[in-house]
């Protein structure tokens, strides 16, 4: 009998990918998404003959529906992105927090042997920034954050608690995984690379940057999945938390630009603008746990992500179902 996985947030852009892979490696499947963030696109009707979906908000606990026999559950549903956070903070705690518990609660139930919770680099962040850990950013960092009551600091907070729920929840294996910027085909329109290759594609010229001198490290969506795999895999019974990313891709706001410019072959001018408010100046992963516990290395090529992006953003550029921000402060 194959094994079965849980993946809350599956309807989303890393859950799609984490399902095909889970697919393509003999899992069963059963996906628990209540479609806030995509909602109904084709690649998810590719997937659904493949899946069970059930469609439900997690904060409301987990739905009865939901198959009791899983070998492990991948919770990545929660509010994520700085334009939805920012918009609505007391949610976004509420829900994340919530869905969490209930997630956790329902793995008691049914022994699940294996709980693995997609967290976020935001943890690190004002550690560095305010000078109490370095660059790259270990998981040792002590969290820290300038405005603690700002609406941005509900997302990290969120994902502080959550991170402590599994820790003191006890009884199964945890894996915690702080994800780098991670991009790739299909992530919507609320990030910075999917941002600026909607400004190429519609040929905005000059060309908008904001916070040009500010750096990222990206992570091509195929490689966190690689690690997060190899995470969850491992035979410790002892939680772990580590940091998912490429430690190899860090560039500025404007090489990004540039880089995109190749790829697409234009040269529009750039107008470097303000970076977006509270927006960390650096952000870079430190992999040493990573790859000291897995062997994991980065395959996928900036250069080559940025381009298998790009096409399948330029493939749907003019759908109308498509929902784009062009030239507003793009979120990172």
Known sequence: MAERALVTGGAGFVGLHLCRRLLAEGFDVVVVDNLSRHGRDRELDELLPHVQLVDHDLSRGM??????????????????????????????????????????????????????????SELGDGATELGLAGLPTPETAPFA??????????????????????LHHGGRRVR??????????RMGYNHVIPQFIARV?????????????????FCYVADALEAT????????????????????????????????????????????????AGSPQRRVPDLSNLQMLTGYQPEVSLSEGLATTFRWYAERHREPSTARTTVSEERR
Not at 70 to 98: E, K, Q
Not at 201 to 217: E, H, I, Q
């Open 145 to 166: 954050v300038r405005a603690p009551h700002a609406a941005r600091a509900s997302y990290a907070l969120s994902k502080l608690v959550a991170e402590a729920l599994l």
């Open 229 to 276: 795999m190899r995470l969850v895999r491992l035979p410790q019974e002892q939680p772990i938390i580590a940091n998912i990313g490429d430690d190899t891709a860090e560039l500025a706001m404007t090489s990004l630009a540039e880089k995109l410019f190749e790829v697409a072959g234009v040269s529009p001018g750039l107008d470097v603008r303000r970076a977006p």
């Open 63 to 120: 739905p009865a529906s939901v198959p009791g026999r899983c070998s492990v559950v991948f919770h990545l549903a929660a509010w994520v992105g700085v334009d939805r956070v920012t918009a609505a903070p007391y949610r976004v705690l509420r829900d994340n927090i919530a869905s969490t518990g209930a997630v956790l609660d329902w793995c008691t139930d049914h022994t699940v042997e294996t709980v693995f919770l997609s967290s976020t």
């Open 176 to 185: 915690i995984g702080r994800y780098y910027n991670v991009y790739g085909p």
């Open 201 to 217: 594609l519609d040929g905005v010229d000059p060309f908008p940057v904001y916070g040009g001198a500010n750096t990222r490290s």
